[in-house]
């Protein structure tokens, strides 16, 4: 343990301009630990993710309750597919004709709370809406988007890149020193190497060198983990880390819409 206390973390993409349950869980977890043993929470936000599914907001309908997935629209389909989650910016309609739906699926405190919420990109949108619901209140977030996180981070060997494609900011994958985009299937699209090479400030980690990449950064004492990350992560990447399952909570997929406080 740290010489400041523990250090309580999660990590997880933005999911939603209302996250899912799954996250207000591991919230609820870090909070509960917290007040057993003290120190402070940190969420690793990776705003550097790129895929458009994570954002899907599952909201059931007020009267027939049947789900919809709702999800953002952006400026353009190289945005949707490739961009990572703090480059794709919201189309101009976007926020207007969600807003209009809203009444069928939610209260109107949580509708206007999305009505004065703006911002240009998806991930800044789904923070601001967190804050909003008082979700992270007490808690650090650290962005892996941040340049100042990516120069502190250690080396991996397994890393996407930022770079500029026509026109957008797109995530390539790296291998074998090639640069690619995954359309789906057998089907990938290779972009140019850098022609002046890239800088450790356009690296996020994949999802197998996340956990060390993080932990190099925040130095977390202990570390809430979701259902899917139990069957990746790699303990041994980042001994030292004492490793808690959130809390169980129903409907885990959908949409969180409650307000705190």
Not at 13 to 42: E, H, M, N
Request: aromatic share 10%.
């Amino acid at each position: 343990m740290s010489a400041a206390g523990p250090v309580i973390a999660f990590g997880q993409q933005p999911c939603g301009f209302f996250p899912r349950r799954f996250f207000v869980a591991k919230i609820r977890t870090a909070r509960r630990l917290q007040s057993q043993i003290g120190g402070r929470i940190v969420y690793f936000c990776h705003d550097s993710d790129h895929d458009p599914r994570e954002t899907r907001t599952i909201l059931r309908h007020r009267r027939t309750d049947e789900p919809a997935s709702l999800n953002f629209a952006v400026g353009s389909k190289l945005q949707r597919k490739f961009s990572p989650l703090y480059a794709k910016r919201i189309a101009s309609d976007w926020h207007a004709r969600t807003l209009a739906q809203l009444l069928n699926y939610v209260d109107h405190p949580v509708i206007e709370l999305f009505r004065r919420t703006s911002a240009q990109t998806v991930a800044e949108f789904c923070l601001a809406m967190y804050r909003g619901m008082g979700l992270l209140d007490g808690v650090e977030v650290v962005f892996s988007s941040d340049p100042a996180v990516r120069r502190r981070a250690c080396n991996v060997d397994d890393f996407f890149l930022d770079v500029p494609y026509q026109g957008e900011i797109v995530r390539a994958r790296v291998r074998d020193g090639t640069l690619s985009l995954h359309e789906g299937g057998d089907s990938y699209v290779t972009l140019p190497a850098p022609a002046s090479g890239f800088g450790k400030e356009q690296i996020s980690p994949t999802r197998d060198t996340r956990l060390r990449w993080m932990q190099s950064v925040i130095q977390c004492t202990h570390y809430v983990t979701g259902a899917g990350e139990q069957a990746y992560l790699r303990p041994e990447e980042a001994p030292g880390i004492t490793y808690v399952k959130r809390e169980t909570i129903e409907r885990s997929d959908e949409a969180f819409t409650e307000l705190s406080g």
